[in-house]
């Protein structure tokens, strides 16, 4: 089973995806294969009008799959959202999965605070294994400030990779 854990802030440009990536390249530096699951509550596009996997979709295909030597997408029509673990499954070939979103999940999650931009932690304590922070929080969860990202992936490490 391939370790999974959510990275959360309960509010946008908290800075989630800066840390998320921070902590991607930290794990690469340290030989980890890295997975990503991006939620995205809104509609996306990642075909383009007039491309040929487009042109497949807008005859109709289901599932249309691009492939070439360096990489692969597989763009599916969903009737209804997959659950995260449907997603989890299709992942393979890695050491570890991030989530960024799925702050209603049920996996272990690293919560982005801001202050000013958030006004308090989202996550009930046995949800979170770490905060991300530039403030104190009452809490007895180990805190990294913005710039611990080594700390935090030494934890990352312990908490899912030995």
Same mark, same amino acid.
């Given at each position: ?83 995260? !673990?449907? +997603?989890?499954? &299709? ?5 570890? #999965? @991030? $989530? ?7 996996? /272990? ?9 958030? !006004?308090? +932690?989202?996550? &009930? ?5 770490? #905060? @991300? $922070? ?7 969860? /180990? ?20």
């Amino acid at each position: 089973m391939i370790p999974v854990f959510s990275v959360i802030g309960s509010k946008s440009d908290v800075g989630k995806t800066t840390v998320l990536c921070k902590i991607i390249r930290e794990l690469k530096d340290r030989g980890y294969r890295v997975g990503t699951i991006k939620h995205d509550v809104h509609s996306f596009e990642i075909d383009h009008p007039g491309k040929d996997t487009w042109k497949h979709a807008q005859a109709g295909a289901d599932v249309v799959a691009i492939s070439s030597p360096k990489k692969m997408a597989i763009i599916e029509k969903l009737e209804e959202e997959y659950r995260l !673990d449907d +997603i989890i499954q &299709k992942i393979n070939n890695v050491d570890i #999965i @991030i $989530t960024e979103g799925y702050k209603g999940g049920d996996k /272990p999650k690293l919560e982005v605070f801001r202050q000013g931009i958030t !006004d308090e +932690i989202y996550s &009930k304590d046995e949800e979170l294994f770490a #905060i @991300i $922070t530039d403030t104190p929080i009452d809490k007895k969860i /180990p805190q990294f400030g913005f710039g611990e990202i080594k700390k935090t992936v030494d934890l990352i490490e312990e908490t899912f990779l030995k």
